[in-house]
């Protein structure tokens, strides 16, 4: 099972919420994507049970020391690449400002997940080549009120969305 999660904003009591319920879980992996923001929220995500993955968003402005923090952390950082494997799949993440780009990448077939964030709205699809689609939400809670995160089961191909 994958951990999904994005936009977290520096809030930490919902990072630390999070951590919990893909602990809890017993997620294999964990995705960000995007929107960190500070290198001090990188330390809640390195409280997860398993090993996490983290793209950059575009209010992420310490990059260098995101960056360190990260690989410091145990985490992995694949920016600017998009393509990352877990669990023995491909996956797209990224932050997602452009939408025909996820939608691109998502009907190219090539990925089990296109994992995006940005736009605060959660959102789960499935593509005519099985590709799950998953925008986790904001972790944050600020611009909807509604703080969420997705774990996707990769045996069944299917996601759901979570509340904080």
Known sequence: MIGLMGDSHD?????????????????????????????????E??????????????????????????????????????VCNCEGHKIALLHGEDREVVAALAKS????????????EPMISKTGHSTLVVNPGETCGYLTGRATVAIADMGRMEASLFDL
């Open 11 to 43: 809030n930490l009591p919902l990072i630390r919420k999070a951590v919990s319920l893909f602990n809890q879980r017993k997620v294999d992996h964990v995705l960000h994507t995007g929107d960190i923001i500070s290198p001090f929220a990188v330390k």
């Open 45 to 82: 995500l390195a409280k997860l049970a398993c090993p996490f993955i983290v793209t950059f968003g575009n209010n992420d402005g310490e990059r260098l020391q995101l960056k360190e923090t990260i690989t410091s952390s145990g985490g992995q950082l694949i920016w600017p690449r998009v």
């Open 109 to 120: 077939g090539e990925f089990s997940i296109v994992a995006c964030g940005h736009w605060h």
